[in-house]
């Protein structure tokens, strides 16, 4: 499975951003796939933003949450990362993730392919 991040990009805090992730493959059924979305600061640790399990479960960290909205598209296996009300501290690469058969989990551990992640850079 292949991922590919885009929709990044230097925003002004309050502002909004879309991030999209584009699956392929060549076995490769889309729906059965559970799908995360993290991020690393410099000098920080990836850490959980969002997630989205293969039945369709949401999942949130605390700090996006009710202002960050995960999706899918299973007609262009695509899988989005809404993200509104932008702060300052939500600047980061961000990374999307994918596991078969998951469950939505918020460890890194979970996820078995990643895409090359995409930049988020909020200006205060």
């Known amino acids: 499975v292949q991922l590919q991040a885009s929709g990044g990009g230097l925003v002004q805090a309050g502002g909004s951003l879309r991030l999209s992730c584009a699956a392929s493959?060549?076995?490769?059924?889309?729906?059965?796939?559970?799908w995360g979305w993290f991020r690393q600061a410099p000098g920080k640790e990836r850490e959980f933003v969002a997630a989205?399990?293969?039945?369709?479960?949401?999942y949130y960290a605390d700090s996006v949450k009710g202002r960050f909205t995960i999706s899918r598209d299973n007609t262009k296996n695509t899988v989005y990362l809404q993200m509104n009300a932008l702060k300052a501290e939500d600047t980061a690469l961000y990374y999307c993730?994918?596991?078969?058969?998951?469950?939505?989990?918020?460890?890194?551990?979970?996820?078995?392919?990643w895409g090359q992640g995409t930049q988020v850079t909020v200006s205060s």
């Open positions: 993730a994918s596991e078969l058969g998951g469950y939505g989990s918020t460890s890194i551990r979970s996820y078995d392919y």
């Open positions: 493959g060549r076995t490769f059924t889309f729906s059965n796939y559970a």
């Open positions: 989205l399990s293969w039945n369709g479960d949401l």
